[in-house]
């Protein structure tokens, strides 16, 4: 059975153009089903911000045969060494809505019980370069409902040029995530998902688009000095 793995890294800014020009790919690295390499962003920063345009933090999303297949990536090719020391999270599909190429996103669906356990949601979208300005007009106000959501734990949003966008966030529960996204949260101006989404409706923004949705199977190392990210008791400080 496949697995999925979300790295974050932080690297000099030599190794981030190398990164990004020469990702890890799965004619190279046995094993490797697909992987993105993109730039982190911070959800809701401003349109011309350095965060938005590039960063030396590093996210790689990927999809293994197996857990062999991951191991031996971390502990034999160089990048995967770094990324062993970095954080990251082992993952389970659950569900999926929409489709991307690329990633081998199983047909069936498991439902484990996420009322008491985090549950990570992921988007991945190639974009129609003629509707990003309206895209980040309707997708900034999400992305910070998000990101000062008190439902997550950690959320980012991520880039690779010259097209594909990310969003990446872990909720304490699935039912504060399903909440945020039909607009029954606790926080202000709640209903900026669904808004997004009716404009989407009538003329969409992306080529591709999918939302995915993961069970955690185990979290490794620290990221900005903090760890445990998916212990349903972390809060933000």
Do not use: C, D
């Given at each position: 059975m496949s697995i999925?793995?979300?790295?974050?890294?932080?690297?000099?800014?030599?190794?981030?153009?190398?990164?990004?020009?020469?990702?890890?790919?799965?004619?190279?690295?046995?094993?490797?089903?697909?992987?993105?390499?993109?730039?982190?962003?911070i959800l809701g920063s401003a349109i011309f911000s350095k965060s938005r345009i590039f960063s030396r933090e590093v996210v790689v999303f990927a999809q293994w045969e197996n857990e062999k297949a991951l191991a031996d990536?971390?502990?034999?090719?160089?990048?995967?060494?770094?990324?062993?020391?970095?954080?990251?999270?082992?993952?389970?599909?659950?569900r999926q809505w929409g489709n991307i190429s690329g990633f081998h996103i199983p047909e069936t669906s498991?439902?484990?019980?996420?009322?008491?356990?985090?549950?990570?949601a992921i988007t991945l979208a190639r974009m129609k370069f003629l509707q990003i300005p309206r895209f980040i007009r309707w997708g900034r106000p999400v992305e910070k409902l998000v990101r000062d959501h008190s439902g997550t734990t950690l959320s980012l949003a991520s880039i690779r040029y010259p097209n594909l966008v990310s969003t990446f966030s872990i909720w304490k529960t699935q039912k504060e995530m399903t909440d945020m996204v039909y607009g029954h949260s606790n926080m202000p101006k709640p209903k900026r998902h669904i808004d997004a989404m009716k404009e989407r409706n009538k003329k969409d923004f992306h080529y591709e688009l999918?939302?995915?949705?993961?069970?955690?199977?185990?979290?490794?190392?620290?990221?900005?000095?903090?760890?445990?990210?998916t212990v349903i008791n972390t809060t933000k400080e």
């Open positions: 999925f793995t979300y790295h974050l890294i932080k690297l000099p800014i030599i190794q981030v153009f190398k990164n990004m020009i020469f990702p890890i790919n799965s004619n190279k690295i046995e094993g490797l089903i697909y992987a993105e390499t993109m730039s982190a962003m990536f971390l502990s034999t090719h160089s990048f995967g060494k770094k990324l062993n020391k970095s954080w990251f999270l082992k993952l389970q599909f659950v498991n439902q484990p019980n996420t009322e008491i356990n985090p549950v990570v999918t939302t995915l949705r993961f069970k955690v199977l185990s979290e490794f190392g620290e990221w900005n000095g903090k760890s445990n990210f």
